[in-house]
């Protein structure tokens, strides 16, 4: 069985393949660096996941899983206009189905993007930004898993 929290990062690793600015250069990987030629790209990411004591009931728990979405670009004429660009791709995406499509999920919503941090002492410049997710989602006393 799998625990709801890796369907949820499965879930948005799918919604988010195929934007306008990243294409298919999407990954879970939290390595560091990404190969210039991936660039732009996304990766996913799991931070904290905590139960919510006043919104737990009986039979259920309620967890509010942080995800977060780090957007990574190279070599643009204005490295923070790409990077908000990516952003906006990334909160439409998510916003568009506050559960995800999942029957477990009640909400998801941006916690908001990090300062921009532009590393200009390469010979390419890049940049990366994190935009923080917060996912409520719901399982059994029993299981964390589906």
């Known amino acids: 069985m799998t625990h709801r929290a890796e369907t949820i990062l499965s879930t ?16 879970r990987a939290r390595a560091w660096p990404l190969s210039s030629d991936a660039l732009p790209a996304i990766t996913v990411f799991k931070s904290d996941d905590i139960r919510s004591e006043e919104d737990s009931v009986d039979d259920f728990l309620v967890r509010s899983l942080e995800v977060n979405i780090s957007i990574h670009v190279r070599e ?22 506050k559960t995800l499509g999942l029957e477990y999920v009640f909400n998801a919503f941006l916690i908001g993007d990090s300062e921009p941090i532009i590393e200009a002492t390469q010979n390419v410049p890049l940049a990366t930004m994190v935009s923080g997710w917060l996912i409520s989602y719901q399982h059994t006393n029993e299981s964390a898993e589906l």
């Open 76 to 97: 643009t004429t204005n490295l923070e206009t790409e990077l908000n660009q990516i952003a906006a791709e990334i909160f439409a995406a998510m916003a568009a189905d």
């Open 12 to 27: 948005i690793e799918t919604l988010l393949t195929g934007l306008a600015t990243t294409g298919s250069n999407i990954t």
